[in-house]
């Protein structure tokens, strides 16, 4: 015990030094990368607006809007928790982030569990009656389905359902100015998050019964799970208790990396559906090059990518002791 004790700590202090090493890599190109971008707020903001400005005035917004700080002084910005404040929304970032976040952890998060919880249990049956009809017919479909971007099935849903048979808004995440119980505000943010959601869980379910069938596949084939049918388990048991519990590691990976790049994972769709989360304050931060709006989200996401991976290690740990012991 003491041996593997010290076995250990290297390795777990080898992590530490590893992830945070990426997460400063993370910080300056959150800090560099935005400064690429062509053109600048000014011209982006005045060059299509009324307002004529002299030569002297560019050149004075100019210099205040593309002042460079330093990235010693970005990172002692970012220690205090400062995060700036926006060019174009003229709101403190941090207000304007957690504002947002709440939207698209609702979107993105129910989306996940809907999908990954459909897919697992589809996958797992399709993969327990192999070149059976549901399940030839099961993979063909989702194999059509997966081929199809969440762009195409966001506008095809938003046109049918919200522009022609309007069942649904087209737009938002509630009603605008609407007082309403708390109930009724439940049921306006559900029918708001209906057809944006409808489009995340048609992309994220076929990849993830194709992965929970394939991986079971495998599974099935094991010595343990034939060891189980030897015992007179029932089948139930022996599939989802024996089986499925070993094949359900690349789902867990693939449902914690979908949180992890939830900003861009749901940019395209929270546009097409103007679905105020972080997507969208991404989307308009960059057109009109709002870099401080830019540097603050692009950090965050990637820190949030470092912490999950760190959080699916626990998990994996818990799903299959193996991973714990192994040397």
């Known amino acids: 015990m003491i041996s593997n004790l010290r076995r250990s700590v290297p390795s777990r202090l080898g992590l530490v030094i590893t992830f945070g090493l990426a997460a400063l890599a993370m910080i300056y190109l959150s800090y560099s990368l935005p400064r690429l971008l062509p053109g600048d707020f000014v011209t982006t903001m005045y060059s299509s607006s009324n307002v004529t400005l002299t030569a002297e005035q560019e050149a004075a917004l100019r210099a205040y809007y593309t002042e460079e700080p330093g990235f010693g002084h970005y990172l ?117 998050l209906a057809l944006p959601l409808a489009t995340l869980v048609l992309a994220y379910f076929p990849g993830n019964f194709l992965l929970t069938r394939n991986s079971m596949m495998m599974v099935i084939k094991a010595p343990f799970v034939t060891t189980a049918r030897a015992k007179g388990l029932c089948a139930r048991r022996v599939r989802y208790g024996h089986a499925a519990r070993n094949a359900l590691l690349p789902l867990v990976t693939r449902f914690g990396l979908r949180l992890a790049f939830m900003v861009t994972g749901a940019l395209v769709v929270e546009t097409i559906f103007s679905y105020p989360g972080l997507g969208t304050v991404l989307f308009n931060a960059i057109q009109v090059r709002d870099v401080p709006v830019i540097q603050a989200i692009v950090l965050v996401s990637s820190l949030m990518v470092l912490m999950i991976i760190l959080g699916l290690e626990v998990v994996y740990r818990m799903i299959d002791p193996r991973i714990a012991n192994a040397h």
Request: charged share 10%; no cysteine; hydrophobic share 55%.
């Open 76 to 192: 002692v910005k970012l220690f205090r928790l400062d995060w700036g404040f926006s060019y174009a929304f003229l709101t403190p970032i941090s207000t304007l982030f957690f504002s947002a976040l709440p939207w698209t952890l609702l979107l993105l998060g129910t989306a996940n569990v809907i999908s990954m919880i459909i897919g697992f249990v589809s996958g797992v049956e399709a993969a327990w009656r192999p070149n059976s009809r549901l399940e030839k017919g099961m993979v063909g479909g989702m194999t059509i389905i997966e081929g199809i971007p969440e762009i195409s099935t966001g506008v095809i849903l938003l046109v049918v359902f919200a522009l022609k048979l309007q069942w649904f808004p087209a737009a938002g995440g509630e009603t605008a100015y609407a007082e309403l119980s708390l109930y009724a505000w439940f049921a306006d943010v559900g029918h708001h």
